[in-house]
Nanobody
Framework: QVQLVESGGGLVQAGGSLRLSCVAS????????MAWYRQAPGKQREWVAT???????GYADSVKGRFTISRDNVKNTMYLQMNSLKPEDTAVYYC???????WGQGTEVTVSS
């Protein structure tokens, strides 16, 4: 499933910030609810945030107040601004088209302590 491509991951110290991007190849991107998930080594994939077509958002408690999900329907891109990063945020982050169940390949985020 290569309809979604994540980027922006990397190595950052605790307290730092990263901005992840997810570019969708579909021109009807604006019709779909989108979400960010993450999977840490040895853990199940967990939901991080969702942004609906209306622009409404939802966040997991673990990232609420630190992460911001957004979308640019002109650029067919979804973003995840991650601030005040913690070591427990270390994971591979995936974007998802909720309606079509398309997943990106993931971008790795490592937060050092």
């Amino acid at each position: 499933q290569v309809q979604l491509v994540e980027s922006g991951g990397g190595l950052v110290q605790a307290g730092g910030s990263l901005r992840l991007s997810c570019v969708a190849s579909r021109s009807d991107f604006s019709r779909y609810a989108m979400a960010w998930y993450r999977q840490a080594p040895g853990k199940q994939r967990e939901w991080v945030a969702t942004i609906f077509t209306s622009g409404s958002t939802g966040y997991a408690d673990s990232v609420k107040g630190r992460f911001t999900i957004s979308r640019d329907n002109v650029k067919n891109t979804m973003y995840l601004q991650m601030n005040s990063l913690k070591p427990e945020d270390t994971a591979v982050y995936y974007c998802r088209n909720n309606n079509l169940d398309y997943w990106g390949q993931g971008t790795e985020v490592t937060v050092s302590s």
